[in-house]
C-alpha cells in the first residue's frame, strides 16, 4: 500500500515566519514530487514540483526531497495570511496515479 | 477562459436516485482524471483516462463509471445513490498520460439525503 503521511495540523505561524510543512512516503520507487494549495471551499492549485533531491525554490517557496530519507518538505518563506490554506503533498512513480497525503492546514496570522 | 469546468457545482439528491456531474477542459491534454475528496478532506484518484481510454480505476463501486465522449469531456455517472458517496468530487486533466502536474477543476459538492 502506497501511503503519503503528513501532520494534519494545524500550523500555526505569525506573519513573515518561515512555515515548514514536512511529508513522507513510502514508495521508494516514486519519482516526482508534488505540493498543492488548497483553500477552504476550493480546488486544489499546484504550487511546487520536485524530481531530484535537493531544494528548488520559487519566490517565498522552497521544496526540498531527499529520497533517501523519503522525505519531502516545503518552506514558506515570510508567511502572508493569504497563505492560509491545506497543503497537500503529493508523490507518483511513473505510469501510476498521484497519491495524496491528507494534508497539513496552515495558518498564518497578522 | 475556464480551463477546467464541472457541472454542477452543486447537487443535492436523494438515496437510491443516478445521477451525472460533467467535466470538461479546454487545455488541450491527453488525461482526465476524477477525484473524491471526503469530508477530511482526503483526495483520492478514482479513474483516469488517456485519449478516451480507461487508464486507471481504483477501487471503486461499479455503481461509478466514467465515460469519455472525446478527450476533453470526461463525465461520471452514479447509480443508486448512497449516502456515504456525499463528498466533493473534482475533475483534473493532465498533459500527458503521466500524471504530472494537474489541473483540476473547481469541483462538484455532492449531497445524498
Known amino acids: 500500500q502506497k501511503e503519503v503521511e503528513q501532520n494534519s495540523g494545524p500550523l500555526s505561524v505569525p506573519e513573515g515566519a518561515i512555515a515548514s510543512l514536512n511529508c513522507t512516503y513510502s514508495?521508494?520507487?516514486?519519482?516526482?514530487f508534488f505540493w498543492y494549495r488548497q483553500y477552504s471551499g476550493k480546488s486544489p492549485e499546484l504550487i511546487m514540483s520536485?524530481?531530484?533531491?535537493g531544494d528548488k525554490e520559487d519566490g517565498r517557496f522552497t521544496a526540498q526531497l531527499n529520497k533517501a530519507s523519503q522525505y519531502v518538505s516545503l518552506l514558506i518563506r515570510d508567511s502572508q495570511p493569504s497563505d492560509s490554506a491545506t497543503y497537500l503533498c503529493?508523490?507518483?512513480?511513473?505510469?501510476?496515479?498521484?497519491?495524496f497525503g491528507k494534508g497539513t492546514t496552515l495558518s498564518v496570522s497578522s | 477562459d475556464t480551463a477546467v469546468s464541472q457541472t454542477p457545482k452543486y447537487l443535492v439528491t436523494q438515496m437510491g436516485n443516478d445521477k451525472s456531474i460533467k467535466c470538461e477542459q479546454n487545455?488541450?491534454?491527453?488525461?482526465m482524471y476524477w477525484y473524491k475528496q471526503d469530508s477530511k478532506k482526503f483526495l483520492k484518484i478514482m479513474f483516469s483516462?488517456?485519449?478516451?481510454?480507461?487508464?486507471i480505476n481504483e477501487t471503486v463501486p461499479n455503481r461509478f463509471s466514467p465515460k469519455s465522449p472525446d478527450k476533453a469531456h470526461l463525465n461520471l455517472h452514479i447509480n443508486s445513490l448512497e449516502l456515504g458517496d456525499s463528498a466533493v468530487y473534482f475533475c483534473?486533466?493532465?498533459?500527458?498520460?503521466?500524471?504530472?502536474?494537474?489541473?483540476f477543476g473547481p469541483g462538484t459538492r455532492l449531497t445524498v439525503t
Open positions: 483534473a486533466s493532465s498533459q500527458d498520460n503521466i500524471p504530472d502536474e494537474q489541473y
Open positions: 514508495d521508494r520507487g516514486s519519482q516526482s
Open positions: 520536485i524530481y531530484s533531491n
Open positions: 503529493a508523490v507518483n512513480q511513473a505510469g501510476t496515479a498521484l497519491i
Open positions: 487545455l488541450g491534454h491527453d488525461t
Open positions: 483516462y488517456n485519449n478516451k481510454e480507461l487508464i
